[in-house]
Structures are given as C-alpha cells and as structure tokens.
C-alpha cells in the first residue's frame, strides 16, 4: 500500500466543517468521494486535525493509503478536475508508511482576520470578520504576550475537544509559540497563532476574548485571570467561524 499525502486549501463557507458526516456536506467526504471514483478502493482521508463549519485552510494535510498505481501527479490533477471549486488540492506526494497527517504534526499555524472599519469590503465578509469599532492595540498584544509558552487553556476550550474521561496524556494543556496581532492596513487586522497544538475552538475563543479587551469590556489582568480560572465560563465569547484560517501544519 502506497501513503500519499495532500497539500490542501478550501473555502469552507457552505460546509459543515472538514470530518465526514453522516448528514451534510464536508471536506473530507467531497475528497475522499473523488479518490474512491480515481482508484476503486473504500479510500480513509486522514487529516491534520478538524476544523469547524464555516472555517478555511490554506494548508491543511492529509493522507490515504491506496493500492492504486495512480502516480501523484494524475491524483493532483484528477482531483482539481473532479472537487468543487472551493477545494483545491496544492500538492501530491508519496510519503513513508510511517507518516500520519495528524500524528506526525508538530504544530499549527491559524490566523484570524479582522476588520474594524465602519465599512467591510464585500468580498472579504465570509474571510474576516466585520468588528467595526476601534481596537486597544497595546492591551491586546499584552494579553497575547501573555498566551506565549506553555499553558492550561481550558478556559478557552470548547465541550466536545477531547475525552475528558481520559486521565493521561496532556488534558488541555499546549504550548503556544507565538501569539501576535499584525496591523495589514489602517482597519485590517490579523491575529497570529502557532503552537503545538489546538483545543477545539480555542483560537475563536482566545480571539473573543481578546475584543473584550480591545473594546475595554475587560482589563488585562481580567484576560490573566480568565487564563488562570481554567473555567470556560471565565472566558468571552467564542469569535464567529468565518475569520478563522489554518495557515499551515507544521512537521
């Protein structure tokens, strides 16, 4: 059996996230359908992680064994030929037995797109979102500087991010290594993370906490204290899915 690893990107407006379901449309299930018609096999799609409905990626992984002889470059090609536009394939290659797009990883890279000016340009409305008020930037890249290195994140975690039944291994523990606020023009603004990993929903709650901040509904230390609570309920809201990217997985 031959392991091939995808480079993919999609817009995932109109999906119900990337894990296949039973009932609605996703990214895993549009691909994997494709590699079944390609190569004739019950195909498993395995991915870097989930993300969200209404969540986009510029490099999510993923990996399938096959017996197929189909050389990489025709899986590339037949796929684009095949997806919907909204789901494109960036790269094909064979890989060793032993990779696993989501095991293997090592961390992540995700950003979230803001605009906070009183107008949002209409083709960017489903890939920021619209915060039309003005952003404390100094509180916030305080609080930012404050998710650097390795923390309980349970605060910002989301029910349903892992077993929580579970004893072992590292509960809602991650090291974050870099966490950063980029100012692209006077009202667009990006949000930066990358760590070793993500709770489910943590970086759309991180960042809705982060605009109680920036509005002044919440001081700095009342974002420090938030961290510290490890209580979900001591955290801001969870910030909309349409902002959010996974900008790359790293190995």
Same mark, same amino acid.
């Given at each position: 059996?031959?392991?091939?690893?995808?480079?993919?990107?999609?817009?995932?407006?109109?999906?119900?996230?990337?894990?296949?379901?039973?009932?609605?449309? $996703?990214?895993?299930?549009?691909?994997?359908?494709?590699?079944? *018609?390609?190569?004739?096999?019950?195909?498993?799609?395995?991915?870097? %992680?989930?993300?969200?409905?209404?969540?986009?990626?510029? %490099?999510?992984?993923?990996?399938?064994?096959?017996?197929? %002889?189909?050389?990489?470059?025709?899986?590339?090609?037949?796929?684009?030929?095949?997806?919907?536009?909204?789901?494109?394939?960036?790269? *094909?290659?064979?890989?060793?037995?032993?990779?696993?797009?989501?095991?293997?990883?090592?961390?992540?890279?995700?950003?979230?797109?803001?605009?906070?000016?009183?107008?949002?340009?209409?083709?960017?409305?489903?890939?920021?979102?619209?915060?039309?008020?003005?952003?404390?930037?100094?509180?916030?890249?305080?609080?930012?500087?404050?998710?650097?290195?390795?923390?309980?994140?349970?605060?910002?975690?989301?029910?349903?991010?892992?077993?929580? $039944?579970?004893?072992?291994?590292?509960?809602?523990?991650?090291?974050?290594?870099?966490?950063?606020?980029?100012?692209?023009?006077?009202?667009?603004?990006?949000?930066?993370?990358?760590?070793?990993?993500?709770?489910?929903?943590?970086?759309?709650?991180?960042?809705? $906490?982060?605009?109680?901040?920036?509005?002044?509904?919440?001081?700095?230390?009342?974002?420090?204290?938030?961290?510290?609570?490890?209580?979900?309920?001591?955290?801001?809201?969870?910030?909309?899915?349409?902002?959010?990217?996974?900008?790359?997985?790293?190995?």
């Amino acid at each position: 059996m031959r392991n091939i690893r995808l480079l993919i990107a999609f817009d995932g407006t109109g999906y119900c996230g990337w894990q296949r379901q039973r009932h609605g449309v $996703t990214i895993q299930g549009e691909i994997e359908d494709r590699l079944a *018609t390609m190569t004739g096999e019950q195909v498993v799609l395995h991915g870097a %992680g989930r993300t969200d409905a209404g969540v986009h990626a510029e %490099g999510m992984v993923a990996n399938f064994h096959t017996g197929s %002889g189909i050389p990489c470059p025709a899986f590339y090609n037949g796929l684009n030929s095949m997806l919907p536009a909204a789901i494109r394939i960036l790269a *094909t290659d064979e890989v060793g037995e032993s990779f696993h797009a989501r095991f293997s990883a090592r961390g992540k890279h995700y950003l979230y797109r803001l605009c906070c000016g009183p107008v949002q340009m209409p083709q960017h409305r489903l890939y920021s979102l619209h915060h039309p008020a003005a952003i404390d930037v100094s509180a916030v890249r305080a609080c930012l500087s404050m998710l650097e290195g390795t923390h309980d994140f349970a605060s910002f975690e989301n029910t349903g991010s892992r077993d929580r $039944t579970i004893e072992t291994g590292r509960g809602s523990v991650r090291t974050i290594y870099t966490a950063e606020l980029h100012i692209r023009s006077q009202y667009e603004y990006e949000f930066s993370f990358v760590g070793d990993g993500f709770l489910r929903q943590m970086v759309r709650n991180i960042v809705g $906490t982060l605009l109680e901040v920036g509005r002044g509904k919440r001081s700095v230390d009342g974002f420090h204290q938030a961290l510290l609570a490890r209580e979900r309920t001591a955290a801001g809201p969870t910030a909309p899915a349409r902002g959010l990217t996974l900008k790359a997985v790293l190995y």
